[in-house]
């Protein structure tokens, strides 16, 4: 045998236990590239096959090409087992059990539907041009008392049922504070709604100690009460359908004179007292109405507390009007207890998800 066959058998016998030692894809391409690269010892043999003496040349390229395929297949199978080996020790280390039961699916939010209330209303009067306003919910007893002409022994005053935090500081109890607020901030005419939370020493099945109202203000030359008749007419329309009416009852509010209580024609029996079984609607106890707010027109002792910032009760007039968000929505959907709207029980929540009121272009 040929010294360069032997070689070449040699050269196979460190390949072989060189692949076979390999513990790694990287040691195992060394070895590649040891053995069977462009630089490898087999490589230059094979070369140099034109050079050798003629009778050598058979036996030392067969053996050559036999190696090479050898080597190859050794290297190819190592490869294959080496990798396999790795997968396998990948899955170990990260287990999935996928036969653990997933987590259910999370179902959409959607919004309170006091929010959605309040963004009806507040969407009816934004579509009359009504800009919105805020104001503070910890009030100056200035605000919520003084300047809307409640006389000193007002018994809303009381801390019994108003929260103090100091003499003059408290929880306001409804939103028409905002009125002179925003009066103060500007000159007439003024046309805005203040929605907003507003608090009470009160809590029953009709009563919660915080609730939500919203405010209207309307000031400019020439408003009457028919204007502020006209402006709940279509705001009724809008919240409880088409064929609805509106009445004024005479009221009393310190702030507003003369002052009205507003009932709206009820949109279950259609104003008529009873049903269609001849029962007596429950809605609104036979009486055909049902109250949704209190309004009037504004005080001129109010506007005198503005007239420094154009408010001259001789040349401006203005109505106002006041509204319990969850009133609304508990006349519009027949919720039996005010409370259900605080106690967050999704079984009462859910109900609400398809309530079919715009979100005004926000979410
Ligand atoms: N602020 C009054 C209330 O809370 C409602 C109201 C507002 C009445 C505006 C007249 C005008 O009862």
Redesign the pocket.
């Known amino acids: 045998m040929s010294e360069t066959v032997e070689k070449i058998q040699a050269i196979e016998a460190n390949a072989a236990s060189a692949i076979g030692a390999a513990e790694t894809l990287a040691e195992l391409e060394d070895a590649r590239v040891r053995y069977l690269g462009r630089k490898a010892e087999l490589n230059d043999i094979l070369k140099s096959i034109a050079t050798l003496p003629a009778e050598e040349k058979g036996p030392v390229g067969k053996a050559g090409n036999q190696t090479r395929g050898k080597l190859e297949q050794l290297l190819a199978a190592r490869q294959e087992s080496l990798e396999t080996a790795e997968l396998n020790q990948l899955l170990e280390q990260d287990r999935l059990d996928i036969s653990l039961p997933g987590s259910p699916a999370i179902g959409g939010g959607s919004l309170h539907p006091i929010s959605r209330t309040r963004r009806e209303i507040e969407d009816v009067f934004i579509g009359m041009g009504y800009q919105v306003a805020e104001g503070p919910e910890v009030e100056k007893v200035h605000y919520n008392f003084d300047a809307l002409n409640h006389s000193p022994n007002h018994p809303a005053r009381e801390w019994t049922d108003t929260f103090y935090f100091q003499d003059d500081v408290l929880l306001r109890?409804?939103?028409?504070p905002v009125q002179i607020r925003v009066m103060e901030q500007q000159p007439p005419p003024v046309f805005v709604i203040v929605p907003g939370k507003?608090y009470r020493r009160d809590s029953d099945a009709t009563h919660t100690p915080m609730f939500h109202?919203i405010?209207g203000l309307a000031v400019d030359e020439g408003i009457t009460l028919t204007d502020l008749r006209g402006t709940l007419l279509e705001f009724s329309k809008a919240i409880f359908g088409d064929q609805r009416e509106v009445r004024l009852r005479p009221h009393f509010?310190p702030?507003?004179e003369p002052?009205v209580e507003v009932d709206v024609s009820c949109f279950k029996c259609g104003g008529k007292g009873f049903l269609k079984d001849g029962a007596r609607c429950n809605l609104c106890k036979g009486t055909g109405w049902i109250e949704i707010?209190?309004?009037?027109m504004v005080d001129p002792n109010v506007f005198s507390y503005v007239r420094e910032s154009g408010y001259d009760p001789e040349t401006v007039q203005g109505f106002?009007?006041?509204m319990g968000v969850e009133r609304i929505a508990f006349l519009k959907h027949g919720i039996p207890d005010l409370r259900l709207f605080y106690e967050n029980d999704l079984r009462m929540l859910g109900q609400f998800e398809s309530f079919g009121i715009s979100s005004g272009g926000r979410v």
């Open positions: 109890t409804h939103t028409s507003v109202q405010e509010f702030f507003t002052s707010l209190g309004a009037g106002a009007f006041g």
